[in-house]
C-alpha cells in the first residue's frame, strides 16, 4: 500500500489534519487527499439503510451464520466493484478537468521566440506542463484506500465462515460416527455406516463385541436401536435385505 506523509491510515481516511488550522505545506498534500476521499466516501460509497421491520425481523428470526456471511461477502463484493467503477470514472473526469486546465494555461509565448528550432518546440510540448502533471500516486493512493477497507471486511468474515465449515465438518463427522437411536437416524446416516449398523444388528454377540471395539461404540449407546430392531419386523427385514443385497453385489463378502 503507499504510504502518506504524516498520515495514518484507517477505515479509509487520514488521521493527522482534522482543522483547518493545523494544515501547512507539509501536510497540504495529506489534507487534500483526506477531503478527496471523504467527499468521495460520502458522496458515492452510498449503503441502504435496513428499516425498522428489517431490524425487527433480525432480532427476533435469528438467521443460519454462515448464510448470512456468504451474503455478506457476495454484497461486499459487489459494492466493491461498483465503488471502484465510480472510482474510476471521477478519476476519468478529474484528469480531463486538470490537463484541459493546464493545457489553457500553458505559455504559447515561449513557441513565438524567433529562431525557435522544431526539436525545441517538440521538447516543449513533450516536457511541458501536461507531462509534469503526475496522477498516478493520487489513483494508487485513492485505490489503495478502497481496496483496504474492502479487505479489512472481507477477510474477516472469510476467516469466521473458515471456522464455522470447520466446526461443521467435525460435527457432522461426529454425528455420522455415532450409533443411530432410531429409525430415522439410521435412514438419515450415510450408506457405509449403514451397513455398520446393519451388521452389529444381525451379528451374534460375539461379533457385536468386535464391533463394538472397532467403531467405538458402548452398549449403551446400542440399547435404543436394538429393541426396535426385536420389536420391529419389517425393520428388521428392511435391514437384513440391505445387508443381503451388499453381501451379493460385493465381490468379497467377507470385507463387509
Known amino acids: ?130 507531462k509534469e502533471f503526475s496522477i498516478e500516486n493520487t489513483w494508487n493512493n485513492d485505490y489503495d484506500l478502497i481496496r483496504y477497507t474492502y479487505l479489512s471486511q472481507v477477510l474477516g468474515l472469510q476467516k469466521r465462515r473458515q471456522q464455522i465449515q470447520a466446526q461443521r465438518e467435525r460435527e457432522r463427522k461426529e454425528f455420522e460416527k455415532q450409533f443411530p437411536q432410531t429409525t430415522e437416524e439410521f435412514e438419515s446416516k450415510p450408506m457405509d455406516m449403514q451397513i455398520r449398523v446393519a451388521r452389529f444388528l444381525t451379528a451374534e454377540k460375539a461379533q457385536k463385541e468386535k464391533l463394538l471395539s472397532e467403531f467405538d461404540w458402548a452398549w449403551r ?4 436401536l436394538e429393541k426396535i430392531f426385536k420389536a420391529d419386523q419389517l425393520f428388521a427385514s428392511e435391514v437384513r435385505s440391505m445387508l443381503l443385497s451388499v453381501v451379493q453385489s460385493s465381490r468379497d463378502p467377507r470385507r463387509l
Open 1 to 130: 500500500m503507499s504510504s502518506h506523509e504524516n498520515s495514518d491510515l484507517t477505515n479509509s481516511f487520514f488521521r493527522g489534519c482534522t482543522e483547518s488550522t493545523e494544515i501547512n505545506s507539509t501536510n497540504l498534500q495529506t489534507a487534500l487527499d483526506a477531503h478527496r476521499i471523504a467527499a468521495f466516501t460520502i458522496a458515492q460509497k452510498r449503503r441502504s439503510i435496513p428499516d425498522f421491520e428489517e431490524l425487527e425481523k433480525a432480532e427476533t428470526e435469528p438467521e443460519d451464520e454462515l448464510k448470512l456471511i456468504n451474503e455478506r461477502i457476495t454484497l461486499l463484493g459487489d459494492n466493491h466493484l461498483k465503488d471502484l467503477e465510480r472510482l474510476y470514472t471521477i478519476q476519468a473526469i478529474n484528469y480531463k478537468a486538470e490537463v484541459k486546465d493546464q493545457y489553457v494555461s500553458f505559455n504559447e509565448s515561449e513557441l513565438e521566440v524567433p529562431g525557435t528550432e522544431p526539436s525545441v518546440i517538440e521538447e516543449i510540448f513533450a516536457n511541458g506542463p501536461v
Open 221 to 224: 449407546q446400542t440399547e435404543a
